[in-house]
C-alpha cells in the first residue's frame, strides 16, 4: 500500500481527498467551483459518477489538450472541458431546472460560513457597502439537491472560524449541507446539530473545538479521516 | 436564386438597432457563446446608457469580449445573477458607476427570460424564499419582492424579461434565420432571441437554406431578424484558446 503523509499535503487536496470519498458509484454530481472541482482527481477505486455542470451538461470528462479544446465545450467557469461517452448536453432552462427539481443527488460546494442547521452562506460579502458577488447557480442547487456537501477550509487564513453557531452572512441555502468536510475534519448536520465524526492526525477533539464557533457533539466511532 | 428575403445583413446594420439607453439581452454562459463581434461594434461605437441583461457579467477575469462594456462604462443597469465574474463589472458596481438591484438565482434568471419569449407574464420560483426576500438584502428595489403562496408553498412572483434587442450567438445559421449550435453554447440563446423585439445572431459561418436539417436547428429562423457573419470557428478556437491559456486555464502547446 502507498503509503501518504496528511502533514505534507495541502488543505486543498485533504478537503478534496475526504470530499471524494462522499461520492457513491453511479450518483449525478455536480462540484462547484475552487476545492470542490478538485474533488474530481480523487474518485475512489470502483466509483464512477455523472458529472453536471449547470450551463448545460450531463457526464462530461477532463481538460483536453490544447489542440482538442472547443470554444463551444465548456464548464460552468467556461474552462474547456471533454465529453465522456454516454454524455448529454441541454439547454440551460432544462440544467437548472433540473438542479431544482432534485435530478442532481449530490453537490459539493465551498463556503464563506455554515452554521449548524445546515445553513450554507456562499454568495455574497458586503464591499463598500455592498453585497458582492453574486449567486450564480448554486442557490438552484442548495434548493433542490438531496445531499448538499460543504468542502471548505476550516478557518480563514487570519483563523477566524467557518464554521459558525449561527451564519451572519446572506445565504446560499437554508438547512440544506448534511456534511461538512474540512482540511480538519469532518461533520455530519443533523436534526440535533453537528456531529463529530473524523478529526485530522494530531488535533485532539478540543483542539478542534477551539477552531470551531458552533458547539457539536461528539461520535461514538470518531476517528481519524479516511483519505485513501 | 433566393426565393426568400435573406435576412443576412452587415454588422452595422443589424447594430444600428441598439441605441443609447436600449434595453439588450446577450446570450453567453461566463464568457462562452458571447457574440464578440456585436460586443465590439457596441465598444466601437461607444453606445451607452445600455440595460444589460445577461447571465453573468462575463469570461473570469475580464479581459475579453462582453467584459469590457463594462469597463467602458456604456452599462447602466445589468439584470444578472452575478456581478463578480469579471473586474470590469464589479468595479463599476462598487464604484456606483452601475445598478444591479439584485441577483437572481440563475435559474430564475432563466425562467424569466424565457417567460419573456414565451409570451408569459413571469413565473414562479420557490428557490430564495426566505433568503432573497430578507429586508434591506437589496436596497434598491423600489417594493419587496412579491410573493404568493400555493398550495401550502410561497413562491416568488417574477416577472417575464424581454428585450429591445437580443443578441445571440450560433455556430451556423441559414439565410432564413434557422440557427445551430454547437455543444454547451446551446445555453438559453433561444430564449433569448425569443425575448427580443429585433434579435440579432452572429455566426461562424453563413450557410445556404437546407443545409441544417431541421432537427439540428436549434434556434428557428422565426425568432431571428438578422444573421451577422462573426469570426470564422477557426478563428473563435484560437481567440478561446489563448485566452485559456493566459488565465492558466489551459496548457500552451509544447514549444
Redesign the interface.
Same mark, same amino acid.
Given at each position: 500500500m502507498l503509503e501518504f503523509n496528511i502533514q505534507e499535503m495541502s488543505a486543498r487536496e485533504i478537503i478534496a481527498r475526504r470530499a471524494a470519498r462522499e461520492l457513491r458509484d453511479g450518483e449525478v454530481v455536480n462540484l462547484g467551483l475552487g476545492i470542490p472541482t478538485q474533488t474530481a482527481n480523487y474518485l475512489p477505486n470502483g466509483v464512477n459518477v455523472i458529472f453536471h455542470?449547470?450551463? +448545460? $451538461?450531463f457526464g462530461f470528462g477532463p481538460?483536453p489538450?490544447?489542440?482538442l479544446?472547443?470554444?463551444? #465545450?465548456?464548464n460552468? +467557469?467556461?474552462?474547456?472541458i471533454t #465529453?465522456n461517452p454516454g454524455a448529454s448536453? #441541454?439547454? &440551460?432552462?432544462t440544467s &437548472? +431546472?433540473a438542479?431544482?427539481k432534485g435530478y442532481i443527488d449530490v453537490t459539493i460546494l465551498g463556503g464563506l460560513e455554515v452554521d449548524t442547521q445546515g445553513n450554507l452562506a456562499n454568495?455574497a460579502v458586503k464591499?463598500?457597502g455592498?453585497?458582492?458577488?453574486?449567486? +450564480?447557480? $448554486?442557490?438552484?442547487l442548495c434548493?433542490g439537491t438531496q445531499k448538499v456537501i460543504a468542502a471548505i477550509n476550516h478557518t480563514e487564513k487570519n483563523g477566524t472560524p467557518k464554521i459558525k453557531e449561527r451564519c451572519t452572512l446572506?445565504?446560499?441555502g437554508?438547512r440544506c449541507v448534511k456534511t461538512i468536510v474540512t482540511d480538519k475534519a469532518v461533520f455530519d448536520v443533523v436534526e440535533t446539530g453537528l456531529i463529530l465524526r473524523e478529526h485530522a492526525p494530531d488535533l485532539s477533539v478540543a483542539d478542534i473545538e477551539n477552531m470551531t464557533d458552533a458547539s457539536f457533539q461528539v461520535a461514538d466511532d470518531l476517528c481519524e479521516m479516511v483519505l485513501f | 436564386m433566393s426565393v426568400h428575403n435573406s435576412k443576412v445583413m452587415a454588422i452595422g446594420e443589424a447594430m444600428s438597432k441598439v441605441t443609447d439607453g436600449a434595453r439588450i439581452m446577450i446570450g453567453e454562459f461566463v464568457g462562452a457563446g458571447e457574440p464578440l463581434c456585436c460586443i465590439d461594434w457596441l465598444l466601437d461605437r461607444q453606445v451607452k446608457d445600455l440595460t444589460l441583461i445577461t447571465n453573468t457579467p462575463g469570461f473570469a477575469g475580464g479581459d475579453f469580449g462582453k467584459s469590457e462594456l463594462f469597463g467602458a462604462g456604456l452599462v447602466k443597469e445589468l439584470i444578472s445573477t452575478h456581478v463578480g465574474t469579471t473586474p470590469e463589472s464589479s468595479l463599476a458596481y462598487l464604484e456606483d458607476r452601475m445598478l444591479v438591484k439584485q441577483y437572481f438565482p440563475m435559474g430564475t434568471w432563466a425562467e424569466k427570460v424565457r417567460a419573456g419569449g414565451h409570451g408569459l407574464g413571469g413565473v414562479l420560483v420557490p428557490v430564495g424564499v426566505g433568503i432573497l426576500d430578507e429586508e434591506g438584502l437589496f436596497p434598491d428595489l423600489e417594493e419587496p419582492k412579491p410573493k404568493v403562496s400555493v398550495n401550502g408553498q410561497e413562491f416568488f412572483i417574477e416577472e417575464a424579461l424581454t428585450s429591445d434587442v437580443s443578441i445571440i450567438k450560433g455556430w451556423r445559421a441559414d439565410e432564413l434565420g434557422n440557427v445551430e449550435f454547437r455543444f454547451t453554447s446551446r445555453q438559453n440563446q433561444r430564449d433569448i432571441a425569443m425575448a427580443g423585439d429585433f434579435t440579432i445572431v452572429e455566426v461562424n459561418e453563413i450557410v445556404p437554406v437546407g443545409t441544417i436539417a431541421p432537427v439540428d436547428v436549434g434556434c428557428p429562423g422565426p425568432f431571428v431578424d438578422a444573421v451577422v457573419q462573426g469570426h470564422s470557428l477557426e478563428e473563435q478556437q484560437d481567440i478561446y484558446r489563448k485566452r485559456w491559456v493566459k488565465a492558466g486555464k489551459l496548457v500552451p502547446p509544447a514549444a
Open positions: 455542470t449547470e450551463n +448545460g $451538461a481538460k489538450d490544447h489542440d479544446a472547443d470554444s463551444d #465545450m465548456t460552468a +467557469g467556461c474552462e474547456p #465529453m448536453i #441541454m439547454d &440551460l432552462t &437548472l +431546472g438542479m431544482r454568495w464591499r463598500n455592498k453585497w458582492w458577488p453574486g449567486i +450564480g447557480g $448554486a442557490m438552484d434548493y446572506p445565504l446560499t437554508s | -
